[in-house]
């Protein structure tokens, strides 16, 4: 069921992959939800073509190639999708992530520092790039607002998240120090979605993800996010339902950020204890 929360409304979308992307769906509720749109995503990805499928459901979008740590793309980006539009940027949503260290199997304690500059920059400086971009070229209209997806290895360890971890820190970071400058000069709100592992291109690289979405379930009371949930409460984020909200990290997960441990997890525990002692 569509609200037509983002009736009249213009956005760009970085980072649809493939159908399961999360930018992917998000894309597909904008577009439900009353939004015109630009997707981007770098040259390499949009090589697979799997974009132009998901831009016909958009209503023909526009599909416009940027690496995002590239200045000039990012600019280029801009001044087409302003072109196309006729005018300013409501939203943009930051779906990007590669960690270069977790792709070649390099551990945490042995990382090597040029795939981890690397890793950062596309992660992380990539948000203040696209910022801004935008702020040098006046790009988002008042009240318009920023949403890039994080994960809570930001905040607590999740050991094979590896160097990611650091890069989702610097992201949040950049959220609330960019989104200061943006909500004073534009009001522009700026803010971070921590979403549950997700069965996305990105998410199945890191080392026992199947095991580790298996427990996030266990521990959490609603059980985890899908990407289309996510894409509902990005959506939302985009709206004029939540004017006065920015600079925030904003948990969606079903509520395992909260839960120290659940009935679940205890009863998995009780079940491996009896296994060892009767093993
Ligand atoms: N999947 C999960 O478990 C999970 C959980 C929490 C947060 N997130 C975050 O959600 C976001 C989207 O990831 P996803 O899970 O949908 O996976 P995905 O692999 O579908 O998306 C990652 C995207 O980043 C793009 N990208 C990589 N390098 C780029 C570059 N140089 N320039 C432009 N784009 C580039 C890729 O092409 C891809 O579209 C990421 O920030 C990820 O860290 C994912």
Aim: hydrophobic fraction near 40%; proline fraction near 2%.
């Amino acid at each position: 069921m569509a609200y037509n929360l983002l009736k009249g409304k213009k956005g760009i979308i970085f980072g649809a992959l493939d159908e399961k992307s999360i930018a992917w769906k998000t894309a597909l509720k904008c577009y439900e939800e009353g939004a015109q749109l630009v997707l981007t995503n770098a040259p390499v990805a949009l090589r697979m073509g799997e974009i132009n499928k998901l831009a016909k459901e958009c209503g023909d979008a526009p599909v416009i190639g940027a690496d995002v740590t590239n200045m000039d793309d990012l600019k280029i980006l801009f001044e087409k999708s302003m072109v196309h539009f006729g005018g300013k940027i409501d939203f943009i949503l930051h779906s990007i992530g590669m960690s270069i260290n977790v792709r070649k199997g390099k551990n945490y304690t042995e990382l090597n520092y040029e795939w981890n500059q690397k890793t950062l920059d596309i992660s992380a400086t990539s948000l203040h790039r696209i910022l801004r971009t935008a702020w040098d070229l006046d790009a988002i209209n008042e009240w318009g607002s920023v949403v890039a997806l994080t994960y809570i290895a930001s905040q607590r360890v999740f050991p094979d998240y590896s160097e990611m971890a650091d890069a989702k820190s610097l992201l949040e970071s950049i959220t609330r120090t960019f989104g200061y400058y943006y909500g004073e000069k534009k009001k522009v709100r700026v803010n971070t979605i921590s979403q549950s592992p997700t069965k996305t291109t990105a998410g199945s690289g890191v080392k026992g993800f199947d095991g580790f979405i298996g427990y996030a379930e266990k521990m959490s009371p609603l059980g985890n996010a899908s990407a289309e949930d996510c894409a509902g409460y990005i959506a939302v984020m985009f709206s004029d339902m939540t004017r006065m909200v920015t600079m925030q990290n904003l948990f969606h997960d079903g509520g395992f950020s909260f839960t120290g441990v659940s009935a679940a997890v205890i009863e998995a525990m009780e079940n491996t204890a009896g296994d060892s002692v009767s093993g």
